[in-house]
């Protein structure tokens, strides 16, 4: 039932550097949802993109959608150690109401 | 109130017993989710509520029984669990199970079964 892999599985970065993380998911979709889970803790949702969407900003996060591609990006711009999570992308399947996760992106920011 | 609650945060069990986790949500949302997460993988969809009935069961081993009492509940009754089957349980809901809206999870649940 997983939808989408990630890459890269884990990333390293200095506090302050930018953290792209990518996303490839296998069919058809309506939206793609960005989620971030700290460790051992619940999901907490960070950003939906439609499928008729290119990019998308809220605050540091940057999101792009190539449906062509069937690839999405997450950018998260001036990082701080308070980032330190896992990084899922999660899309619905044709029929709407099942959501996927993708594999994962650990990402680790240090101080 | 944007909270899902699950309770008990932690279980330990036995293979030959009967426990329930439970889930709450007071938000109006009219979808309700059950996924498993084993350490380190993303999290697999397991069974979709909406407008509580079962809309969605990917599979999963009668061992695992769901129940959606009402619009706020959600259940998921384990019996005779195999120890494979220990991970974290988390419960989400959805205002619609239209794939157009947010997952709002719970902390989990966390199984282990001895």
């Known amino acids: 039932s997983q939808q989408g892999e990630e890459d890269p599985q884990a990333l390293s970065i200095q506090e302050g550097e930018n953290a792209t993380m990518n996303c490839s998911y296998k069919?058809?979709?309506?939206?793609l949802q960005w989620y971030r889970q700290n460790s051992g803790r619940g999901l907490v949702h960070l950003i939906l993109i439609r499928s008729n969407e290119r990019e998308k900003h809220s605050g540091r996060l940057r999101v792009t959608l190539d449906t062509s591609k069937k690839s999405s990006s997450l950018l998260i711009t001036a990082s701080r150690a308070a980032d330190t999570a896992s990084y899922f992308c999660?899309?619905?399947?044709?029929?709407?109401?099942?959501?996927?996760f993708g594999t994962g992106t650990s990402l680790t920011v240090i101080p | 109130d944007t909270e899902v609650t699950q309770t008990p945060k932690h279980l330990v069990m036995g293979m030959t017993n009967k426990k329930s986790l439970k889930c709450e949500q007071h938000m109006g949302h009219r979808a309700m989710y059950w996924y498993k997460q084993k350490a380190k993988k993303p999290p697999e969809l397991m069974f979709v509520y909406s407008y509580e009935k079962l809309s969605i069961n990917e599979s999963v081993p009668s061992r695992f029984s769901p129940e959606c009492p009402n619009s706020s509940l959600l259940n998921l009754h384990l019996h005779a669990l195999q120890p494979e089957d220990s991970a974290l349980y988390l419960c989400?809901?959805?205002?619609?199970?239209?794939?157009?809206?947010?997952?709002?999870f719970g902390e989990g649940s966390r199984l282990t079964v001895l």
């Open positions: 989400a809901s959805s205002l619609r199970a239209s794939g157009s809206g947010e997952l709002f």
């Open positions: 069919t058809s979709i309506n939206n």
């Open positions: 999660a899309t619905d399947a044709d029929t709407g109401n099942q959501f996927y």
